[in-house]
């Protein structure tokens, strides 16, 4: 009978898809704290770069505060904020971010911004462009990324702030600026950000989950 | 001279049927991740450890799996042992999963692994087909390994091996080594069989 041999393929599929999902998710399990762990030591390791000369104490980490979505920077998750202390002064912060209009899913930013609103250093966190073109926004790869150093907003003016080919001022990388284009606006409107609520970020208390006043 | 068969299998994995030099299987990470020769073991270890796998588990199910619902089988069980070992990647190799990046969860494409699913461990037993992956693994690895190392070496002088394009230089020249190289054993084992009637005429007269 058809019938029955159909029932007997779709038991079986589902047999082994059930036991190939409890394979997996034993892995998630035995995986995720360590995962974690990695994640937030890389975090640490990378924050190095976005904050080049500039000079801080330790606990960077323990600054951190997360703005709940929806919010004016780029991404539609949750955004983390560090801040960055010399003794009581606030010197710089960083933003992670993602740039939602890559090539290939989500480009996650660490944006360092000083606290006069200057960019301290843009760093490549996660991203799935394409091996060879896209993937040249990674510091390792090419020195593209470091061309935001120095930068603010009134340099270039917020007209200039798109690459090349739009008619602005920064370098697209050959055969990405979709990739290009995605990251400049990304860290444009990062600054945008910090420029409306540098006092909020600053003043907000660590992670209680109060929202920066827009 | 009789070679134990595991020495056979292990040659035929590593030379005569190699998956990237003879049966062009899984070109697309071969050619884009050896770039470094590290970069070629992590995803030579990482392959070889799912299709150990994924034969072993096909080879144990193949007794009640329905020839027409075999292949989406097969892409299940590949799917989650491909997942599994990206978590793993993750949580205990960081630095190597970063650098492999995307290829890792690509392995998932990697049409060796299917082939050797659907040519081996669908009509052999397990340990046979734990074998059969081990070895055919170990062939998919040390070419990723060789191509890794010969492409960071010849870079040094000539950037261009680093590059895509030189991916496929070093194929064609590990390909045209190997042709090669079977072309003379021919040749001799042709001439030895061409010499020898001639002796025995020589001895007997």
Sequence with gaps: MANSSIMRSGVTLAAIAAVCTALVAFTYQLTDERIAANEQAWLEQSLQPALSGVFFDSGVIESMLTVPAPHALPGSEDAIIYRVYSGEAPVAALFVVSARDGYAGAIRLLVGVGVDGDVTGVHVLAHRETPGLGDRIESGKSDWIRQFDGRSLADPTSDEWKIKRDGGEFDQLTGASVTSRAVVKAVRNTLQYFDANTDGIFSAPADSGSEVEE | ?205
């Design chain 2, 1 to 205: 001279m009789t070679t134990p068969p595991i020495v056979d299998r292990f040659k035929t994995g590593l030379w005569y049927e190699n998956p990237g030099l003879v049966q062009l299987l899984g070109l697309c990470p071969l050619l884009a991740v050896t770039s470094t020769f590290v970069n070629g073991l992590g995803l030579g270890i990482a392959t070889l450890s799912v299709l150990v796998v994924s034969n072993a588990l096909v080879s144990a199910t193949r007794r009640f799996l329905q020839r027409e619902i075999r292949i989406p089988i097969y892409v299940l069980i590949i799917a989650s042992l491909v997942t599994c070992t990206e978590l793993v990647f993750k949580a205990w190799f960081p630095a190597l999963d970063r650098s492999l990046g995307i290829f890792i969860p690509l392995i998932v494409t990697n049409c060796a692994i299917v082939a050797r699913a659907e040519v081996f461990a669908s009509r052999n037993p397990i340990g046979s087909s734990i074998v059969d992956g081990l070895v055919m693994g170990t062939g998919f690895a040390l070419l990723l390994m060789a191509i890794g190392l010969f492409r960071e070496l010849v870079a040094m002088g000539w950037l261009l091996a680093i590059l895509p394009p030189g991916a496929f230089f070093s194929l064609a020249l590990a390909i045209a080594a190997k042709n090669v190289i079977d072309r003379r054993r021919q040749d001799k084992q042709a001439n030895a069989q061409l010499r020898r009637p001639r002796q025995l005429g020589r001895l007997k007269g």
